[in-house]
């Protein structure tokens, strides 16, 4: 499969915890999307990598969440001391941004559930 | 700022009916939209985009920015278009983030 995964498929954490999922997007896609999604949403932007970079953070993302893509190939998105309200789909997408192509490549996500 | 809406939660056809599922939006900019779907127990994927002009599985959507408006639409309805329907914006260029909206569920009705 050569498509967008993610690691892993479900996570159940206790509140307080921290947890860290992974991205690989698609070979050699330098952008990288990190996407949340509750029930009844659409998904919601958190944060994008243009290769190792990240360009934008979205304002709800609290500074108990981090993102890295250190060689700008997989990313890890970290959530400290979960809270019930993270409880959602993490979608992670990648595309090969050329100027006038953004199309993105989602990966099945990662559900959260936080007890 | 910008901002998507899709008015409609659920939308339910008959097979061969026409379908429209509804996007406006909100973008002070030059926005580029997209219309993603999500068949069941499949990931999201991209439909169509404005600047493609095209029609991917006989839907069209067409850019309206005097109405700020997105419209899917599809002459006659399918039982595999059921799924759920997202629209998407960007800012021009691809140099912003990607804006969703809350999306529609297509039920077509045999």
């Known amino acids: 499969d050569t498509g967008v995964s993610q690691d892993p498929r479900h996570k159940i954490t206790k509140r307080g915890q921290n947890v860290t999922f992974r991205c690989d997007p698609i070979s050699e896609h330098n952008r990288l999307y990190w996407y949340r999604q509750t029930l009844g949403q659409g998904p919601e932007f958190l944060t994008y990598?243009?290769?190792?970079?990240?360009?934008?953070k979205s304002r709800l993302l609290s500074d108990r969440f981090s993102a890295e893509r250190p060689k700008g190939s997989f990313s890890t998105l970290e959530i400290q001391r979960t809270e019930q309200g993270d409880s959602a789909m993490y979608l992670c997408?990648?595309?090969?941004?050329?100027?006038?192509?953004?199309?993105?490549?989602f990966g099945p996500g990662t559900r959260l559930t936080v007890l | 700022a910008q901002r998507v809406t899709q008015p409609e939660k659920l939308l339910s056809v008959f097979k061969g009916a026409p379908v429209e599922l509804k996007c406006n939006y909100s973008y002070s900019g030059s926005p580029e939209l997209f219309w993603y779907v999500q068949y069941s127990r499949q990931r999201l994927q991209l439909l169509l985009r404005h600047i493609s002009r095209e029609s991917i599985k006989g839907f069209t959507a067409d850019l309206n920015k005097g109405e700020t408006s997105f419209h899917l639409k599809k002459p006659f309805a399918q039982e595999e278009d059921s799924a759920m329907y997202y629209c998407a914006l960007s800012g021009a260029g691809g140099y912003q983030k990607v804006t969703f909206g809350t999306g529609t569920k297509l039920q077509v009705i045999p």
């Open positions: 997408a990648s595309s090969l941004y050329s100027g006038h192509n953004n199309e993105q490549f």
């Open positions: 990598f243009q290769n190792e970079a990240q360009l934008e």
